[in-house]
């Protein structure tokens, strides 16, 4: 499988706190963008969503080459839930959501000519672009924006905004409780589904036919606000983004902003292949 460019970048810009990560082998290119943790849980010396991200790029190295849609996700689920029970805390993660070793994972399939997406991470044919933003997030990314426009009117800066971000803070404990609806069923219209450990819903996955004659497919997660067809086009997007509306409330709306020190608003991950030669 030929990589024609590909980018993996922290939002702290020190590569060992990066919860995203790219897998590309023979048979299947993958991006994996670790949950931000919520708690101040540590496992193995690194957090929840890193942890997450490395057991699962782990898995998809190990993958059948035939492995189709359900064995992949049945598999790299049940790799989650093998850590926990090697760490014998299976019981704990059950009840607490909060604390599990959560993943969004979008991934191509070379033997079905496939991409299989779970969770906010996108993707981006010739002719179709793939990305999600579920209902509560949208509705706490617009909290968050109306309170910090409340903050700025009192008189508060954008800087000491990003220093401190009231905004985030006011919104963290619904983001907290909401984690309660991950992966389930109980209310459709907030539940979300990702890997975790416990996901069983199959029909959440997003699966594309590819045309057998798409020349390319680009791969990444939510670090990118829009996703073009080349890395220097989604930069420049994301630079001009970071530039104009650094803490994210205006231009592009999210539960989180760039914070002081940092290089970006999240992490980012970003990988084009090349599938058919013209």
């Known amino acids: 499988m030929k990589i024609i460019e590909m980018n993996v970048t922290s939002k702290t810009g020190n590569s060992d706190d990066c919860e995203d990560g790219i897998v590309v082998t023979d048979d299947f290119a993958a991006v994996i963008d670790g949950a931000t943790s919520k708690s101040r849980n540590i496992i193995q010396n690194t957090t929840t969503g890193r942890h997450a991200r490395n057991i699962l790029m782990d898995a998809v190295r190990r993958l059948p080459r035939d492995a189709d849609c359900k064995l992949t996700f049945e598999t790299l689920n049940q790799t989650i839930l093998n850590s926990y029970q090697s760490l014998r805390i299976t019981d704990s993660m059950l009840a607490n959501p909060a604390e599990r070793f959560s993943a969004a994972i979008v991934i191509y399939s070379r033997h079905y000519h496939q991409v299989w997406s779970l969770g906010d991470s996108k993707f981006l044919t ?9 209902e509560a ?13 409340l903050e700025i009117q009192s008189g508060k800066t954008i800087q000491e905004l990003m220093e401190n971000d ?3 803070a006011y919104i963290l404990p619904l983001l907290k409780r909401k984690i309660s609806l991950q992966n389930s069923r109980l209310s459709p219209r907030f539940a979300h589904f990702i890997l975790d450990g416990f996901f069983e819903q199959h029909d959440a996955v997003f699966v594309m036919q590819l045309d057998h004659k798409e020349p390319f497919l680009v791969l990444a997660s939510d670090g990118y606000p829009a996703l073009h067809s080349s890395l220097s086009d989604s930069e420049k ?21 760039l914070k002081s020190g940092n290089v970006s608003f999240d992490d980012r991950a970003f990988v084009k292949i090349q599938l058919h030669e013209a």
């Open 126 to 134: 010739s002719s179709y672009l793939h990305e999600t933003e579920t």
């Open 137 to 149: 997030d949208r509705i706490l990314a617009r909290t968050r924006s109306l309170f910090l426009e």
């Open 166 to 168: 009231t905004g985030r």
């Open 237 to 257: 997007h994301l630079q001009h983004l970071l530039h104009e509306d650094p803490l994210c409330f205006k231009i592009y709306r999210s539960t989180k902003g």
